[in-house]
């Protein structure tokens, strides 16, 4: 079983920016595509971005040109740069590996909390 280890979060003003990362228990470049994804309160789970193991990158139309997401080989992690934030970015942020569908578990993912 892989470990998704989520970190970053935190409280922010509108307009502000986080950088969210995600350690992974094995190497980042085994894994076909990672994956960030958030849930807020009462709303299911939705993907905001995804980075293939070709380099390539997909957002969710509400953060493009807001996040970007990154691989570190060295550090083995992936990570979310977030500016611009909206308070309707509030929410727990995870990260799971799979081209098409989350393979692993989820983690304890990282809180982010925008305020207006």
């Known amino acids: 079983q892989v470990q998704l280890v989520e970190s970053g979060g935190g409280l922010v003003q509108a307009g502000g920016s986080l950088r969210l990362s995600c350690a992974a228990s094995r190497s980042i470049f085994s894994f076909n595509a990672m994956g960030w994804y958030r849930q807020a309160p009462g709303e299911q789970r939705e993907l905001v971005a995804k980075?293939?193991?070709?380099?390539?990158?997909r957002y969710a139309d509400s953060v493009k040109g807001r996040f970007t997401i990154s691989r570190d080989g060295a550090k083995n992690t992936v990570s979310l740069q977030m500016n611009s934030l909206k308070p309707e970015d509030t929410a727990v942020y995870y990260c799971n590996a799979g081209s098409y569908v989350p393979l692993y578990d989820w983690g304890q993912g990282t809180q982010v909390t925008v305020s207006s």
């Open positions: 980075v293939f193991s070709g380099g390539t990158t």
